[in-house]
């Protein structure tokens, strides 16, 4: 298992750009972050602050406060990234991730007015999550880490519906995480139909 990770971050390098890149703009923000924590103010999503710094929209799913959280998605992100940018092209990986990960922050602002939330907000959860996602609409049955993709995104998407139900006042990302799995699922269908009636 460990020589085939190893394999496919030497793969990575070359024909992954996309999935190299955001994972670089992922990991630059951690340490800016971490080296300048004012920083947060402006790259951090805060719903209450949104129209003093509306490119947080955009900003946050490039940001991390927490080393177990950056890990956790970039894990995703290059799982996922390098598989579903071999089935269709960096561009499409880059719109995938921007998408789920601005459709995730509009969630935030939104949920955050029901649940009373206060507080920045961080994380490419909704992006990570809708590029697993994009993978397993244009390839379900494809095995990873020995399960199937489907069952992987399937897992994610019932987690995180169970953990809002159980306490919404905490899980402020739980809708966030279903809406990302949601709209990239989606996407991937949209991208696999367009690339299939091409060859048509």
């Known amino acids: 298992m460990v020589e ?11 024909n992954s ?10 990991v630059l923000n951690f340490i800016i972050i971490y080296i300048f ?13 949104l129209t003093q710094t509306p490119w ?10 927490v080393l177990y959280h950056l890990l956790v998605n970039m894990g995703l992100l290059f799982i996922f990234g390098v598989e579903l940018e071999k089935a269709v092209d960096a561009r499409n990986v880059f719109f995938i991730y921007v998408l789920t990960g601005f459709l995730g ?11 009373q939330w206060t507080g920045p907000v ?11 996602a994009a993978f397993a609409a244009i390839s379900p049955n494809n095995i990873i880490l020995k399960g199937k993709v489907k069952h992987w995104v399937l897992s ?27 709209s990239g699922f989606i996407s991937g269908l949209w991208i696999k139909r367009k690339n299939f009636t091409k060859k048509q």
Request: hydrophobic fraction near 55%; glycine fraction near 4%; charge should be positive.
């Open 4 to 14: 085939s990770i190893l394999k496919k971050i030497k793969n990575s390098s070359f």
């Open 56 to 65: 947080t929209l955009i900003s946050v799913f490039f940001s991390h406060e």
């Open 122 to 132: 961080a994380g490419a959860s909704a992006a990570t999550f809708g590029i697993a």
């Open 156 to 182: 994610l998407f019932i987690v995180n519906i169970i953990v809002t139900m159980l306490n919404p006042q905490v899980s402020v990302a739980a809708p966030v995480h279903a809406l990302g799995i949601i």
């Open 105 to 115: 922050s509009i969630t935030i602002v939104l949920y955050s007015v029901i649940i």
């Open 17 to 26: 750009p996309a999935t190299n890149i955001l994972i670089s703009l992922n």
């Open 37 to 49: 924590p004012n920083s947060g103010k402006v790259l951090l999503l805060d719903p209450q602050k």
